[in-house]
């Protein structure tokens, strides 16, 4: 059975379709509570993505329950940091912290750029046994995040909220910093090609912090190493979604990109997006996560408020504008799942 014709698929070449598709950014995990049990059986997030097994169930349990046009490989834009040598651990309400940080252009020599994939090949364990397992009846995503954005966890070693040191070498050390994000860009290259030669359908850039930059420097440090890792990758003919939060400031820029799908947050109406970037893209997202603490007219109120914003009737991927949160009733998504199936025919069939 061939995935060529897959709703998702369809409206990511902006071709005819008979509902807008949705998938949910961080459909698998921790609002979940099939998911919750099972992290604590595995004893924490990294023992569940270096289990190709484990991964592969938890990537399908949000599949079980609701009505989703697409798998996503449970897994971490930060497993790549092992490449370089560097331990990736996850704590309790802390979040991602590495082993050791990359600073001056002496820490990035003493790396061995001559990358062992098999430090993360649980990743692409992973990715086959899902096809195995989907048996082509829905698309699966494979991902990275974007040199950019692995090179702030890279330098702070953790989740921060000032990013003072990035922005100091941004400002003091550009040479160190575009060294850095040629060398994670290499190891992404691969490290999605690898995915691709796994099974993935559609790849997936997560420029997460890319909104520290604006004008020529979100150029120069981002968004000319997404368009690399694309170019690299063009001849395997799998679409590419880039996300990016707060993109207003950056339309002019974004329009510059290569890629199939632009991913965004509720900062921005999609008509305003499309207006801005010349309707260039299949745009996806863009809900407010907070609206699925409301109620089911006012979740399908929402809904009919994006729908009715954009002028395309195809080109359109429905998705939260950001992961969803554990704070998340289950069956809200449900609601908003249910809701687009019910009206978004009046919006995509002309």
């Known amino acids: 059975m061939s995935l060529d014709n897959h709703l998702l698929l369809r409206a990511i070449r902006k071709e005819p379709v008979e509902r807008t598709p949705v998938w949910i950014m961080r459909q698998a995990g921790r609002y979940l509570p099939e998911y919750i049990k099972l992290k604590n059986q595995a004893g924490g997030f990294m023992n569940l993505i270096k289990n190709p097994e484990l991964a592969c169930e938890i990537t399908l349990q949000p599949l079980e329950r609701f009505n989703l046009d697409s798998a996503i490989i449970f897994s971490d834009i930060l497993v790549i940091t092992e490449l370089f040598g560097i331990e990736l651990e996850f704590i309790e309400k802390v979040g991602p912290v590495l082993s050791k940080t990359l600073r001056t252009e002496d820490d990035l ?29 829905v698309p699966l995503i494979g991902f990275i995040g974007s040199p950019w954005t692995v090179a702030t966890y890279i330098i702070e070693g953790n989740s921060t909220k000032n990013f003072s040191k990035v922005l100091n070498i941004l400002k003091n050390d550009k040479i160190f910093l ?39 420097l979100y150029e120069e440090f981002s968004l000319q190493y997404i368009n690399a890792i694309h170019s690299s990758l063009k001849s395997y003919k799998k679409p590419m979604i880039y996300y990016i939060r707060n993109p207003y400031t950056k339309l002019v820029n974004i329009q510059k990109l290569d890629v199939d799908v632009v991913g965004i947050d509720s900062s921005i109406t999609i008509s305003e997006f499309n207006k801005g970037t010349g309707d260039k893209f299949c745009v996806q997202g863009n809900l407010d996560v907070e609206i699925l603490k409301l109620s089911n007219n006012k979740i399908e109120e929402e809904v009919i408020k994006i729908l009715s914003n954009i002028n395309n009737t195809t080109g359109h991927i429905f998705n939260l504008g950001t992961g969803i949160t554990p704070d998340i009733d289950p069956a809200k998504l449900k609601t908003l799942i249910d809701v687009l199936a019910k009206v978004s025919p009046r919006y995509t069939i002309k």
């Not at 003493?110 to 397992?133: G, P, Q, R, S």
Request: no cysteine; glycine share 6%; hydrophobic share 35%.
């Open 178 to 216: 575009k060294s850095l994000l040629d060398t994670i860009t290499k190891a992404s290259i691969n490290h999605l090609e690898r995915q691709i030669k796994s099974g993935v359908d559609v790849t997936m850039v997560f420029d997460t912090w890319g909104g520290l930059l604006e004008g020529d």
């Open 109 to 137: 020599k003493k790396i061995n750029t001559d990358f062992d994939f098999e430090k993360v090949d649980y990743v692409y364990k992973t990715a086959k046994l899902l096809k195995t397992e989907l048996n082509n009846k």
